[in-house]
Structure formats: structure tokens, C-alpha cells
């Protein structure tokens, strides 16, 4: 038994490794329908002879908090309630790791929310759909914007937030440690992370190191025996 405990760890530290670097990959993936928002906003801002904006994570993880402050109910989206201002300093920034110091004015936001997952391109749609929107999306006062997506409980309704800033790019909204703390579930633009479609909820990154640490116990076992 002892001698095939042996052979078998390197094959399994082999194993390990590659799941390792599968999942430093999922990590650093650009498959995120937060920054495919951003980059449709940016197509549009640039096509309308306005200019592109800095996607910060920080403003996009306050962005995925500002969802969760609406508690899943899609029917307060558009009745005038939206979380109030302290909550960016006092609950928001926190969560996210986000230096309190370093927050910016917010020149503009748009939230939307669907009882279906829709893609990027759909999420735009009904989130520029008037006047009022078009203007917030095409304003001057703008330098930055954060995006986000999440489901409820694992489905949906789906909301989608666009907030945008006045802040300076590399100033505003730093967060400890240059990355911002895991907000689970949801997705929010500018950290490279992984999310899948209509799953945008759950992060594939998480779901990735998940498995690498059940296999990591479960190698562990078998080697001690």
C-alpha cells in the first residue's frame, strides 16, 4: 500500500497542477457580461462623439452592491426608490474593500431588472430606452463607469446597474489590496473575472477554486492511507 501511495503522488501533484493553472485561466477570463455592458456604453459614448470611459472595479463592485441593496424586489426598480447616499461611505464601499477616501461623485446611474437573463446587448437596450437615459448615458459630466449583473437566489429576476462617476482614473474607488473583496453572488466589470450567461450569479472563478480544494482534500486522503 505504501509503495502505491508513492507512485501515485506524482501523478496526482501532476493532476493538481493542471487544475491549478485551469483555474488561474478561469480567473483571468474577460467573459464577463459587466464588461461587455461597459464596452457597448463606451461604443456608444464614442459614436455619439463623446468620450470613452475608465472602467474601475471599484465603482463596478459598488455598482453590484447597489443591486443587492434592492433585496431582489424587481417591482421597486423605476418607483423613485433607490438606496440612499450614505450607504455608499457606510455600507457599499466597505463591502467591497473600497478606500471610503477615495469615492467620487456619482454623475449618473441606470438599473434595470427582468424576470429572464438577458445578454449584454439586450441588458443596453432596456437600460438606454428613453430621453432621461440617453442623457445620462451620453453626459459630459462623466469620466468613469462600473457596471454589474446578478440573479436572485440563484435565478431570477436579473438586475443590471450602470454607475457612472466624475472621478479621476487611478484615484477614485481604489480598493485594498488592488482587489475587491469576493461579493458573491453577481458580476461587475473591470477585474477580469469569469461569469457565464445567464448563471452571471455565480462566478465560474469561485466555482473553479471550489473544486480545486475538494480535490486537494480528497488527494490528501489518499495518500495518507
Partial sequence: ??????????????LLAALLLSAASA???????????????????????ASSLDDNQGLGCIALQYIKAYEGQCNQVGQSKKPMESSFAETFAPNCGVQVATLSKITGRLLACQSNYATPGQAFDFLVNDAKSLEVLH???????????????????????????????????????????????????????????????????????????????????????
Avoid at 1 to 14: C, K, N, Q, Y
Fill in 1 to 14: 500500500m505504501a509503495v502505491m501511495a508513492t507512485l501515485a503522488r506524482p501523478l496526482m501533484a501532476s
Fill in 139 to 225: 453626459s459630459k459630466n462623466h469620466t468613469e463607469v462600473g457596471a454589474a449583473v446578478t440573479g436572485t437566489s440563484g435565478g431570477g429576476p436579473y438586475f443590471w446597474c450602470v454607475l457612472f462617476s466624475s472621478g479621476k482614473p487611478n484615484t477614485s474607488f481604489k480598493v485594498d489590496g488592488g482587489v475587491p473583496k469576493s461579493v458573491r453572488p453577481g458580476c461587475f466589470s473591470g477585474n477580469n473575472d469569469d461569469c457565464m450567461g445567464a448563471n452571471a450569479a455565480v462566478s465560474i472563478g469561485v466555482g473553479t477554486w471550489r473544486l480545486v480544494a475538494a480535490l486537494l482534500f480528497s488527494a490528501a486522503c489518499a495518500l495518507a492511507l
Fill in 27 to 49: 480567473a483571468d477570463s474577460k467573459n464577463n457580461p459587466a464588461d461587455q455592458l461597459v464596452s457597448l456604453i463606451n461604443s456608444n459614448r464614442t459614436a455619439s462623439k
